[in-house]
Structure formats: structure tokens, C-alpha cells
């Protein structure tokens, strides 16, 4: 035994076991760390796709109010009510 009631060996096992517990847990932190790297990156291009989908919607919007106008005008138009009274006489609706 040594000195201060430790024995060398199990000094040693202790020591051995201590270190292969830091590598573990540095090994688990090198993982953890690449996947938030991962999980940023993912975070990043998923707010990018959002902002591209939110803009494609507004974009949709507006062509669809445009035709909505563009429709309200054709219906609304003598010519075509004119033409609609027409069918109607000749029975072809």
C-alpha cells in the first residue's frame, strides 16, 4: 500500500477508468456540437424555404385578385351581358 492508504494499482484503475469517462463525454460534446450544426443549418434553409413559400403565396394572391378583376369586367361588360341575352333568346345557355 501506499503512503495515503491507496493502493497503486487501483490508483491506476480509477485514473484509467476517469479518462475513458473524459473521452466519452468529449466524443458525446463533438457529436452533440456537429448535430446543432446540423439542426442550424437545417433551421436556416427551412426559414429560407418558408420566406420563398410566403412569397410565392402573396404572389398567387395578387395574380388571383388581378383575374378576379379582369373576370368582374368581362361579366360585367354590355357586350358580354348582350351576348348572354342573346343565347338566351336563341335558347343556348
Given amino acids: 500500500m501506499a503512503a495515503g492508504g491507496t493502493d497503486p494499482a487501483s490508483l491506476a484503475e480509477a485514473l484509467g477508468r476517469t479518462s475513458a469517462q473524459l473521452d466519452e463525454a468529449r466524443a458525446a460534446a463533438r457529436l452533440a456540437d456537429d448535430l446543432r450544426h446540423r439542426l442550424?443549418?437545417?433551421?436556416?434553409?427551412?426559414?429560407?424555404?418558408?420566406?420563398?413559400?410566403?412569397?410565392?403565396?402573396?404572389?398567387?394572391?395578387?395574380?388571383?385578385?388581378?383575374?378576379?378583376?379582369?373576370?368582374?369586367?368581362?361579366?360585367?361588360?354590355?357586350?358580354?351581358?348582350?351576348?348572354?341575352?342573346?343565347?338566351?333568346?336563341?335558347?343556348?345557355?
Fill in 40 to 93: 442550424l443549418a437545417d433551421v436556416r434553409r427551412l426559414e429560407r424555404r418558408l420566406l420563398d413559400s410566403e412569397a410565392e403565396c402573396h404572389e398567387l394572391a395578387e395574380k388571383v385578385k388581378h383575374r378576379d378583376r379582369l373576370l368582374s369586367q368581362i361579366f360585367g361588360s354590355r357586350s358580354w351581358r348582350w351576348t348572354q341575352a342573346l343565347r338566351r333568346s336563341l335558347r343556348r345557355e
